[in-house]
């Protein structure tokens, strides 16, 4: 059961009480749920008396005719924001989009396996609005007929996934594949949660990407046919595939935890670092020597204090003497 909104979907109904609504067919100028949502799937709805003080608006299900609306969850309503027992009469029915969803910071439906949040995929000739306009393919994608848009996934829990399903039934999708990849020029592909079903431009062809935690934070989709026909979805995940870059850019500098947050510090004590990553060791107060018989002295830390030559522990001639001997 697929979340679905979409524009100028209006029926009437004459349905009253607290239940299901039976929709009564699409008013002029408008089409019906079957044609905008589809059976079996899900919407934010308005109902609202043609006569009467009484309103509704939340989440409905189709049946799979789309013949009916079942009022799933309540969002507001002229009854204190619960449900309502509708006067017999008139009512107009119609896809919305409450204010509620534009209230809430990158408010974002939960798409399940079973009910994927689903965007609708068409292909078109590239305006000035897509971002690679002049670049690649002329086409374009358009995303619920948006030209291109940037994404933002959501999902951070690898038990709770969230499933996205794009849709490319549409027959302008033939020939395009829609893929996702870790650059814009679709170097290296990203497969993982990914999978496609049908032929692009064909009856229940899409592509479906599973998100969560380990999604990288950035992803492209484009055509694996053709340049630069999309865009990029960014995630908020603990997987980076991009360029970190930090507030503060001292040469010569590490980053290092101090129990509340990562701070550029240099190296002290014995080592330096310069800006190209080369570590330089303090000298010692050894002097830089070849030593024979070496006497050495080494502090705590394993570092030479001292050195010097000793003197031999038996002459040439003892060990001539002795090798003959054996």
Same mark, same amino acid.
């Given at each position: ?17 607290? +239940? ?18 589809? +059976? ?211 040469? +010569? ?74």
């Amino acid at each position: 059961m697929p979340f679905i909104i979409n524009d100028r979907v209006k029926e009437i109904t004459t349905t009253s009480g607290t +239940g299901t609504i039976t929709l009564g067919g699409a008013v002029t100028g408008f089409e019906a749920f079957s044609a905008g949502i589809g +059976g079996n799937n899900t919407t934010y709805y308005s109902i609202a008396h043609q006569t009467q003080n009484e309103w509704e608006v939340g989440v409905g299900t189709l049946n799979a005719g789309s013949t009916t609306l079942a009022r799933t969850q309540i969002i507001s309503s002229s009854n204190s924001d619960a449900v309502v027992d509708f006067a017999s009469g008139t009512k107009d029915v119609f896809c919305t989009l409450p204010a509620s969803k534009i209230g809430v910071p990158f408010a974002a439906e939960y798409g399940s396996s079973s009910s994927p949040v689903l965007i609708n995929v068409r292909v078109a000739t590239k305006t000035t609005g897509h971002a690679y306009y002049g670049s690649g393919s002329s086409n374009g994608y358009l995303l619920n007929g948006l030209e291109a848009p940037a994404l933002r996934f959501s999902g951070a829990d690898s038990g709770n996934k969230y499933y996205y399903k794009f849709d490319q039934s549409h027959s302008s999708n033939s020939g395009h594949p829609f893929k996702f990849y870790l650059e814009a020029d679709k170097s290296t592909a990203y497969t993982t949660g990914v999978t496609t079903s049908g032929t692009p431009g064909s009856a229940n062809a899409y592509t479906q990407i599973l998100v969560d935690a380990n999604t990288p934070n950035i992803l492209y989709y484009q055509c694996s046919a053709h340049a630069y026909m999309g865009n990029f979805a960014n995630t908020v995940s603990n997987r980076f595939n991009g360029d970190i870059v930090m507030n503060t850019n001292t040469s +010569g500098h590490l980053l290092v935890a101090d129990g509340t947050d990562y701070s550029p510090t240099a190296l002290s004590g014995d080592a330096t670092l310069a800006s190209s990553g080369a570590i330089t060791l303090s000298n010692t107060a050894v002097t830089p020597a070849s030593y024979t018989n070496t006497n050495l002295t080494v502090d705590s830390k394993g570092r030479l204090t001292a050195a010097s030559s000793g003197t031999a522990g038996a002459t040439n001639g003892f060990a001539i003497a002795m090798a003959i001997a054996l």
